[in-house]
């Protein structure tokens, strides 16, 4: 990845990173994950093995948390608006 970014967006995510919103990143970056395996598996052929939701992370190495915990996260972050 950092070969296809220039110097102005990989400063971005050092500013990013050091003022704690990575976690924001992390769930987004599953939900598009989730679209991308989504998009995949249904134009894939019949004789393949389905893509996963790991597949398409452009961060695998993080630990992403379940669905209920992260939904409940999700609220209480949209409460604070």
């Known amino acids: 990845m950092l070969a296809s970014i220039d110097a102005d967006e990989l400063t971005e995510w050092m500013a990013i990173r050091r003022m704690g919103f990575e976690e924001d990143y992390i769930y987004i970056d599953a939900a598009q994950a989730n679209v991308c395996k989504t998009l995949a598996n249904v134009h894939r052929s019949p004789d393949s093995s389905a893509y996963q939701t790991k597949d398409f992370l452009l961060w ?5 948390r379940d669905h209920d915990e992260m939904s409940e996260s999700l609220l209480l972050a949209m409460d604070s608006f």
């Open 60 to 64: 695998p190495q993080d630990t992403y």
